[in-house]
């Protein structure tokens, strides 16, 4: 049952004199009964606290206890799921099919985590016996504040990637709650705190704060004990806070997954040849109604015909589709100025809006996009912009011109691979995935899987938000120098009680010392 | 032959407009009689745009191009030693057999980086090739700024682990030289040009520049097409530019190693019974004059008599060693300048200056100590603080008291098990390594070592610079999504070229697909 409570260094707690605040059905605009209190200054230092407070009781805890715990997350969700998805679909409007599919994302991303602490190499056991007894490994950071997404209530919020690589890695956590889906967000929270109460992590470990105030996540990211932060949403956000974290006295890790406008680059035979192209593109351009990171918001065609049609066959395609509202009517308030910007850029872009949705596109050539930098601003939401090159040398400028991104595609058939072969080194310098064939929307979660980039995608491209590698934002490495074997972690010792995978004199191996 | 030119984008150039500098002997006073010239606004700008330029070339070289690049490096620098360690010595004034060891250190680096191309795995490919064909491999960041350390005129500047691991890694260098020791710095980067010249390695992927401006270092760290920087020296110049790295439009990792006070943890029974140890402090803490990261700062002891000999024994050890001068006569002066801070503090600390050398040895109470948290401040040079608890609560207070380090040491008996069981956790969330016996100099360049720390010994602790793993701070993942298997760079091709280890839908091996 949604309470509106918040959950205070493992206890939940009510607050008659709390600022309260509600959510919204964005399809119906129907505000929801449930009243929600937001956290106070003193709920988040005893939050906090008591995070920092149990820190060193859950790093040291066995691999086992942390497996046990994820899996009671994952029972604990599906034990409420029903009141999960309607409280899901409540809030978001997102339809049935999205917020199973949602849902069970979620969970399968806790098995990759359980997985991870199963087979256990990433914690990296390197051991030199030789000489100096050295051995290492990697450790948690410390407490970690998560702030929920918007655009995914359950996969990137209060038990999505963020918070459950954290809680695998040994840190605590404090989910800041995103208000859009508080009664989603809380509902999960609850379930994380039931399967806490059942494992041997101290339940002081896990923390649920909600609130609509800026200073909230302010507060969270300056405090003092906090040592690194999650965050997925836009660029204005994630680079106001990432600020706040490199000023603190003690700058922490700051990884923030901002999006990007992923560019599909179509090479000349492509664009000519594969008349499939269109519908593929339209259906990704407004796939959730344009709210994913991943989303193609610029399409590059490279068409020696001055009239290329390509962007009339795309305006086609799209007009066919009927999407479903966003997920707030704030997010679809700034997508309109977005496009009321672009419409009055006219002469040099041109503006197709669809009229059946919200679903827009833009054409322009690559001589005016090459002049504007600012075109290559995300518009989030269901809009794409085409960039019209008339030979390979426009689209090599266009690429060298782009920011960092989280994706970029690349579509070609055989005749084209002289042109690819000259573009591929320079998309590699900007993108954190690839793509040779298909659309940027979707996102595998798996070991190859890598979902961040050059800023501004990320703010540290060396780490990824998707996949089990996660886990490596919050672990640093610790070596242990002439240590009795009884008080290394179990990890280190000579008798490998986990039979881990761990590189001893230079070499992988599982034998014990 | 040190001829005080910039290395400018592969080129060496002269500039009569120079403005010029020389380096000083610190031991003879003697001004030396090389003129440098200072590298201007547009050597910068050239060197810069040159490493970029060469990125996409250098990034797509093979691992067996690398080597023979680093293999050259190494026979370069062996082949004009005898002028290398003539300028070493003559700029640092460091003695001879320092000189020699900082030397053969520096070779050794390399050879450490020779291997890791040499087995591979470090670029951790992972192929998922069920559903969507998806290959992750780290990719080089892009042109990294190292700036040469005054501590280390070798081993942590010009062909030090920074410019090492990033050449390694396939990103472009510029080198920042240190200006106290700008001759020997050069001749290290005339070998390192001579081997790109040898190599297939695009000579502008490296450049050197000299300078006695700090605006020199701040036009480097803030040019926008520098993707990383690594810095060695002190918190105040790290934190300093740091925060220019963060501030910058698109903000870059910067590594800094900005050394710690290393304390030296003593339980009381260890106090008692070994009389070993006030030699063996003794020695490390003027060790290179007390000039190394790792040198102990700090020493707790835990000693329930009021009246601790153990500052009367460590005194006594320090009186009878001699030392060499400090690398550089603004060093001394700044470490004089401490010293005499510490000195006006009377009466709550007790400072023993040695008489026939500037080491010297202060004593305070924990009580005193953890009401003044500045004590903790490095006091950069051949000094040490004692902290005397009288339990070992005042221990745990002053433990929990301390920010981030780079190594700690926690000296006992096994009678004092239960102690240590106690300090131990907290000194893991402060520490990059920690040291159960023997002192904190001498850091082993191997797998098992972490150099780095928690803020403020270093800006991510997430990362080493001693060590092969300093390799990742130049590297991030990049995936490929159904690329054509001509395309995927070599170590994600099915036929695995290089017989590395991968991971294949999660299983490590190193068949052909």
């Not at 205070?8 to 209190?37: C, D, H, M, R």
């Not at 994820?70 to 409007?93: G, R, T």
């Not at 997954?257 to 593109?281: C, H, R, Y």
């Not at 919050?474 to 995978?501: H, K």
Request: glycine share 8%; proline share 5%.
């Amino acid at each position: 049952m949604i309470t509106g409570h918040n959950l205070v260094g493992g206890v939940w707690e009510s607050n008659s004199n709390a600022t309260t605040y509600k959510t919204v059905n964005p399809k119906t605009e129907e505000i929801l009964p449930s009243i929600f209190e937001a956290a106070n200054a003193s709920q988040i230092d005893i939050a906090i606290e008591a995070a920092a407070g149990s820190f060193e009781t859950f790093a040291a805890t066995s691999f086992k206890t942390r497996i046990a715990f994820l899996k009671a997350i994952q029972k604990e969700i599906k034990a409420n799921s029903v009141e999960i998805l309607s409280a899901f679909q409540a809030e978001s409007a997102l339809p049935e099919g999205r917020a199973n599919g949602e849902l069970q994302r979620t969970l399968d991303q806790i098995e990759r985590f359980v997985e991870l602490l199963e087979e256990g190499s990433f914690i990296q056991a390197t051991l030199n016996t030789k000489g100096l007894d050295l051995r290492k490994m990697l450790y948690p950071i410390g407490p970690i504040v998560v702030f929920g997404a918007s655009n995914f209530p359950l996969a990137f919020s209060t038990a999505g990637g963020d918070t459950i690589s954290a809680l695998a890695a040994g840190c605590p956590v404090v989910v800041k709650a995103h208000p859009y889906h508080a009664g989603t967000s809380e509902l999960v929270a609850q379930a994380i705190h039931l399967a806490i109460k059942q494992s041997k992590v101290p339940t002081e470990a896990f923390s649920h704060l909600g609130g609509q105030s800026h200073e909230l996540g302010m507060s969270l990211v300056s405090h003092p004990l906090v040592k690194g932060v999650g965050f997925t949403g836009s660029f204005t956000g994630g680079k106001f806070l990432f600020d706040l974290a490199q000023q603190r006295e003690e700058p922490i890790p700051f990884f923030a997954e901002m999006g990007s406008i992923n560019p599909v680059f179509i090479l000349e035979n492509k664009v000519k040849k594969d008349t499939t192209l269109p519908a593929a593109l339209a259906s990704s351009i407004t796939l959730g109604t344009g709210q994913f990171c991943t989303n193609p918001g610029l399409i590059v065609i490279c068409d020696s015909d001055p009239e290329t049609e390509f962007a009339i066959h795309l305006g086609e395609a799209m007009e066919s589709l009927e999407l479903e509202p966003m997920v707030h009517s704030k997010i679809n308030k700034k997508y309109i100025q977005g496009l009321n910007r672009l419409k009055n850029l006219k002469g040099e872009i041109h503006t197709h809006l669809c009229s059946n949705s919200v679903a827009a596109l833009g054409l322009v050539s690559a001589k005016y996009f090459i002049e504007a930098p600012n075109l290559s601003e995300e518009v989030f939401g269901p809009y794409s912009l085409i960039v019209h090159c008339q030979n390979i040398d426009e689209m090599l400028t266009v690429a060298r011109g782009l920011s960092g991104q989280l994706t970029a595609t690349l579509l070609s058939t055989p005749e084209d691979e002289q042109a690819l072969r000259v573009l591929k080194p320079i998309i590699q310098s900007k993108a954190g995935r690839i793509l040779f064939d298909g659309v940027p929307t979707g996102v595998a979660v798996n070991q190859a899987m890598q979902h961040g980039g050059p800023f501004p995608a990320s703010t540290d491209s060396r780490f990824t938000s998707v996949g089990s590698d996660a886990i490596y934002r919050w672990l640093r490495p610790l070596s242990f120098q002439d240590c009795p074997n009884a008080l290394l972690p179990e990890a280190l010792q000579n008798e490998n009680p986990f039979e881990l995978q761990r590189r001893v004199n230079g070499v992988m191996t599982n034998v014990r010392l």
